[in-house]
């Protein structure tokens, strides 16, 4: 079934693909045959990861911070040393705050919204000149950006600018798929709930609290890297090639 899932011959970049999600989508890419350009705030744990990677495939790290318009811009000039093209742009850059309701301050709003949000348009928007150039209706170029279920449902945990943050990403890339279609764009969004990563790790390296986390996923279980990796494979190969518009929780049942 290999030629259903190939990426042999495709570019991609995965936004925050040093650790966590980002690198599992990362991997999976390199492991179906795809050329992978990885971007992270701090360059030298990108190359580190890029260089652990590269045993599947080429794979690339660049520097980049994208909480500013001008460090999207810079990341569309960074990213076209290497390639003109994109087949594949995974905007899964992210960040997250807590705090208790009375003490929430503005500034845990201003973060997250630019980082979350408006720098998964400002990818989108500087980048568009390589998505388009070799996107077809035999073969769509694929944007697949990152929510949450947390963008769902309201199990919120002190984190009142994530989960609106993420609901902000699904009707963007909703509104970006009725746009892009007719360039041979298809957007669509991965929504996950539990998976390992920096902004999960107070949970799973707590025995007690993992446990008791897992009470509220019906798979009673998080995520596993491969599955992750799967699902984005799917949505960037044959089988995403007629989708568009779509939110995908993949989540152990966590939205039920």
Not at 146 to 172: D, R
Request: with cysteine; aromatic share 6%; charged share 20%.
């Amino acid at each position: 079934m290999q030629h259903y899932f190939s990426l042999a011959g495709r570019t991609a970049l995965v936004t925050g693909g040093s650790r966590g999600i980002g690198r599992m989508i990362a991997q999976g890419y390199l492991e179906a045959g795809a050329k992978v350009i990885i971007c992270c705030r701090k360059l030298a744990e990108g190359k580190q990861t890029a260089e652990e990677l590269s045993q599947y495939g080429e794979c690339i790290a660049i520097g980049a911070d994208l909480s500013t318009e001008a460090g999207a811009k810079q990341l569309a000039a960074d990213v076209a040393r290497h390639t003109d093209h994109l087949d594949i742009l995974v905007n899964n850059a992210g960040t997250s705050w807590g705090a208790p309701l009375e003490d929430f301050p503005v500034s845990g709003w201003e973060k997250v919204m630019q980082l979350n949000v408006v720098s998964v348009f400002s990818c989108i928007q500087q980048l568009l000149p390589m998505l388009r150039k070799n996107a077809s209706a035999e073969n769509p170029t694929r944007v697949i950006n990152i929510g949450s279920v947390a963008g769902i449902s309201s199990f919120g945990e002190e984190a009142y600018s994530y989960g609106p943050s993420k609901a902000a990403v699904h009707q963007l890339s909703r509104n970006l798929a009725r746009e892009l279609v007719s360039d041979h764009i298809n957007v669509n969004v991965i929504a996950p709930g539990r998976f390992p990563s920096k902004m999960t790790q107070h949970i799973h390296s707590d025995a007690e609290a993992m446990a008791e986390d897992c009470q509220h996923i019906p798979m009673k279980r998080w995520g596993r890297e491969e599955e992750m990796s799967a699902l984005a494979i799917m949505l960037a190969s044959a089988g995403g090639a007629y989708m568009t518009g779509n939110i995908i929780p993949i989540d152990g049942g966590f939205t039920l």
